[in-house]
């Protein structure tokens, strides 16, 4: 029934069960490494999750900080504990329910203090859907797992007897505040062995979460521990006996509505062993690992495996069990699929994650669409930033607004049109008087001069802010136009072209404009702006950055203005050679030039030499951005990996396709990074080849020759997303290196 205590087993016994090397290469998970990420900026955790689970059970280090938005940095020895609802690569911290922290040996009393422990050494093991750790103060292996729903912990001790373990419902992931926790009650049921209660917070977002924790035996006695200043929710000392088998099992079921649905949820894995919910969790990885094949040498399969892990985590499902979920406002919403999908992180997904959904994960993005509609219904205007089904308000734009025109311009049905383009219409145009002081609450201002003067725009970000809402209004006419609505489609279509107020031809760049119509000075196009500690113009990005975000909806208006090709071909050329300074805090990360790939803004623009007659510029620039800024290490990643988009970049990178217009239904070719990949898509198996020559150099000047089944189409036009359903093969020929 036990498994053997970790300390009898060497490392590299635990590393050779896991090396892909020693396993089929049906066997995907086996590429991922959970803690690529964990170390620095990328902010992922290793702990165990399903693809769009609601728990994520893994280790905390620390519970409050910037470097600690997960919870988890992988140089740092210390942990806390192991809570269980965690947010992958975000830039604020929250959520980092119920900590559990189990020990052999010393005894905790009432007045213990630091229940923390150093993990041993390289004792961590990670994979998708399973986490482990030793702890030898405590004398301990803890092993973490997970369906949708209910996360379990497995802890092992040295030798059988007395064990405790300190539940902790005061503990939880925020920022700089001195408590979180702003009511909370608990009730422990002796007979049922179990706690259960609900905690209301207050972090990123105000929110309640109600539990279940259920042990696996009962506790031979329990306390509460005293309550230090400030603490509202309880702390439990259990006191258990395990037998020979040295092993205690915990199982924690949340809900946002109430403790009966964190009963409910909790059935879920009613019948299931640890090893067995383990099993199903990695089968589930690897079913939506597997629908991507890629032909590529063990290192790079390792990075482009991981990436597509992350691609998956979120959204997650935070609906009970019934179809219950607490919405926006804290009312109860009867999803209608059964499905509710919150740590919507939209400013970033809508680039890369969200149009990735959409070609492999179709099952998933009718109810995420609807999920975007029940939030319209009780917030009255489409979800910008969510965690835990509630608005964060946080980043600029509206950039659900893309992902509902991608999403009907690639023909999904399970969501009413109508009604979408009516929740379109009035997120863009409806004031929020509800909204706090410091985000968007009217739309007087860009109605009345067609972009944001940084005279009157109250909180900043105005250029910023005034090109976002470009590609959200392009995405409101699209679907106007779309659905016959030609009026609205008009004027949110001559709304769209505000960027071309803010194009300073003397400069190069969009630059702040005043009321009057006069430039920003002084002015400094290298300068990066933030509302946090830098307020100016731009978000986390600077004049030269954000100069390409109106490509994302008019990449060929942009290009006329630049002067045409070879004006863009100038320019890109420009930025991605002009010096700049690393500032992890303003989005200058992983720099080329002025290039910050570690921040969204800058996601398409290698991307853009597509529009130049230098294509092949771009496609060495992304093999370059590929090969610096991912691999397979814990500081693998350069920048937030923001719930996905830095690794969905990579995913479509490898493939040589990119939505470049998110909202329009397309993607944009480049050269694949690998010579041969296989997507098992709904429609059947589309396998892209890369035909290069064995003397191929990337950064050489070179021509590619597209075909769909055969047929050459041109290399610099997009590709429609029903037509690569229908397809299957993508080929690229590559002729013409010099």
């Keep these: 029934m036990g498994v053997p205590f970790a300390a009898s087993v060497p490392w590299s016994t635990l590393a050779a069960k896991s090396s892909p090397e020693r396993l089929t290469s049906k066997q995907w998970t086996t590429y991922v490494n959970p803690f690529v990420g964990t170390d620095g900026t990328g902010h992922t955790f290793p702990g165990a999750v399903m693809p769009f689970g609601m728990v994520a059970p893994s280790p905390d280090n620390a519970d409050r900080g910037w470097d600690y938005t997960s919870g988890y940095q992988f140089k740092n020895q210390q942990i806390l504990g ?3 609802t965690h947010i992958s690569g975000a830039g604020i911290p929250d959520l980092g329910d119920v900590l559990l922290m189990p020990r052999q040996g010393q005894t905790w009393q009432a007045n213990t203090h630091t229940f923390a422990a150093r993990k041993a050494k390289r004792s961590e093991v990670a994979e998708p859907g399973y986490y482990s750790v030793r702890l030898p103060q405590h004398q301990v292996q803890v092993e973490l797992t997970a369906t949708q729903r209910v996360a379990l912990h497995r802890y092992t001790f040295e030798r059988p007897g007395r064990v405790q373990v300190l539940v902790d419902l005061q503990h939880g992931l925020h920022f700089n505040e001195a408590h979180r926790v702003k009511q909370a009650q608990s009730k422990l049921n002796p007979e049922r062995s179990e706690i259960a209660g609900t905690v209301h917070a ?16 009962p506790a031979l006695h329990a306390e509460l521990l005293p309550m230090p200043v400030g603490h509202v929710a309880q702390r439990y000392l259990l006191t258990f006996e395990v037998d020979v088998t040295r092993q205690l099992e915990a199982r924690i079921a949340l809900s946002t509505v109430d403790e009966a649905g964190a009963q409910h949820n909790l059935e879920e894995a009613k019948q299931l062993k640890f090893d067995e ?3 199903l969790a990695q089968q589930a990885w690897n079913g939506l690992l597997g629908r991507i094949e890629i032909e590529a040498p063990l290192a790079q399969k390792r990075i482009f495996y991981t990436a597509l892990y992350h691609a998956l985590i979120h959204p997650s499902d935070i609906a009970d069990r019934d179809g219950r979920v607490r919405g926006p406002q804290g009312k109860v919403i009867q999803a209608q699929s059964g499905h509710y999908y919150s740590t919507l992180s939209l400013w970033d997904t809508f680039r890369a994650v969200h149009p990735l959904l959409t070609l492999i994960v179709p099952e998933r993005v009718d109810g995420m669409l609807q999920t975007l509609l029940a ?19 946080c980043m600029i734009g509206n950039p659900a607004l893309p992902v ?3 999403a009907i311009a690639k023909d999904f049905k399970g969501f009413d049109h109508a009604t979408a383009l009516q929740a379109m219409v009035e997120t863009s145009s409806k004031p929020r008087p509800q909204a706090p002081e410091w985000a968007q609450r009217s739309w007087n201002l860009l109605d009345t001069y067609g972009y944001l003067p940084f005279d009157l725009e109250p909180n900043g970000e105005a250029v910023s802010k005034t090109l976002e809402h470009g590609y959200g209004d392009d995405a409101v006419a699209r679907v106007a136009r779309l659905l016959g609505h030609n009026e609205t489609a008009q004027h949110f279509a001559q709304r769209a072209k505000g960027y071309q107020k803010l194009w300073d031809a003397q400069t190069g760049v969009m630059r702040g404009r005043d009321s009057q119509g006069r430039w920003r000075e002084p002015f400094n196009p290298d300068t990066p702006t933030s509302p946090l500690n830098n307020p100016g113009d731009y978000t986390e990005a600077n004049a030269w950055q954000y100069t390409l975000t109106p490509a994302l909806h008019d990449p060929i208006g942009l290009r006329k203005m630049m002067g045409g090709s ?22 200058q990360e992983a720099l080329i030039g002025q290039n910050a790939h570690g921040n969204e803004p800058s996601h398409h623009a290698a991307w853009l030499y597509a529009f130049t007659a230098s294509p092949w510029k771009g496609h060495a620039l992304v093999d370059r951005i590929a090969r610096s800024f991912y691999r397979d290490s814990p500081n693998g990643l350069i920048g937030n990996d923001d719930c996905g988009q830095m690794s969905a970049w990579l995913v479509f990178a490898t493939l040589g396709i990119y939505p470049v217009n998110p909202g329009h239904g397309e993607y944009m070719t480049g050269l694949p990074l690998v ?3 296989q997507l098992h898509l709904q429609t059947g198996t589309l396998t892209v080849r890369a035909n290069l020559p064995s003397s191929f150099a990337r950064g050489r000047v070179h021509r590619v020759d597209l075909k769909l089944d055969g047929i050459a189409i041109d290399s610099q036009k997009s590709i429609a997303h029903q037509a690569l359903l229908k397809v299957r093969t993508l080929e690229f020929l590559v002729t013409g290196q010099a």
Excluded: C
């Design 82 to 84: 192991f809570s269980n």
């Design 202 to 217: 207050v972090a990123w977002v105000e929110r309640q979460a109600s539990f279940v924790v259920q042990f696996d035996r």
């Design 277 to 279: 919910a383990r099993q």
């Design 375 to 393: 939030h319209h219904s009780q917030q009255g205007f489409l979800p910008l930033w969510t965690a835990w089904g509630r608005e964060t308000y």
């Design 404 to 406: 509902i025109a991608d």
């Design 566 to 587: 070879l004006g863009m071909e100038r320019w890109l050329d420009h930025y991605f050679q002009r010096q700049s300074q690393v500032n992890k805090h303003l989005g």
């Design 675 to 677: 010579k041969k990949a």
